[in-house]
């Protein structure tokens, strides 16, 4: 192997084994926490505040009836244009146990299609979750 090869290959090995781990490491871990950006504008309108809650019921409440939160947002977007757009979005926040990740990406696709977005950007972290309950 030449020395330009080595120098290429390397940090792309690098790059695979930073990645591979922190998958191995949210498969390991107890929760993860998913973050679902989801944008409020699709060509020809908006969607509406009873378009959003009714999504919720639909899918996501369905997906995890023991919680999640949502938060609006505004989000700047570049996408497929030569401009970068500012729009209304939604954020999804879910703790959950990290093999819920498959749940998460329905709920993404389903939103990007229902309201014809061109991406809906999900984002998982590792931690630890801990409810503090009772009497204070």
Same mark, same amino acid.
């Given at each position: ?53 009714? /999504?919720?019921? &639909?899918? %996501? ?5 023991? =919680?999640?939160?949502? $938060? ?42 229902? /309201?014809?977005? &061109?991406? %809906? ?5 590792? =931690?630890?979750?801990? $409810? ?5």
């Amino acid at each position: 192997m030449n020395r330009l090869s080595t120098k290429l290959i390397l940090p792309c090995l690098l790059a695979l084994c930073l990645a591979l781990s922190g998958c191995l490491h949210c498969k390991n871990a107890g929760w993860c926490e998913y973050k679902v950006f989801c944008g409020m504008s699709f060509k020809g309108g908006e969607v509406t505040e009873a378009d959003w809650q009714r /999504f919720c019921d &639909e899918h %996501v409440t369905t997906a995890f009836p023991d =919680g999640y939160t949502s $938060f609006e947002a505004t989000g700047y977007w570049k996408g497929n244009g030569d401009t970068t757009a500012r729009e209304n979005s939604r954020v999804l926040l879910i703790i959950a146990p990290a093999d819920a990740k498959d749940k998460v990406l329905v709920i993404a696709r389903q939103y990007r299609e229902k /309201f014809q977005q &061109e991406a %809906v950007l999900v984002v998982t972290s590792t =931690g630890d979750a801990i $409810f503090v309950e009772g009497e204070p």
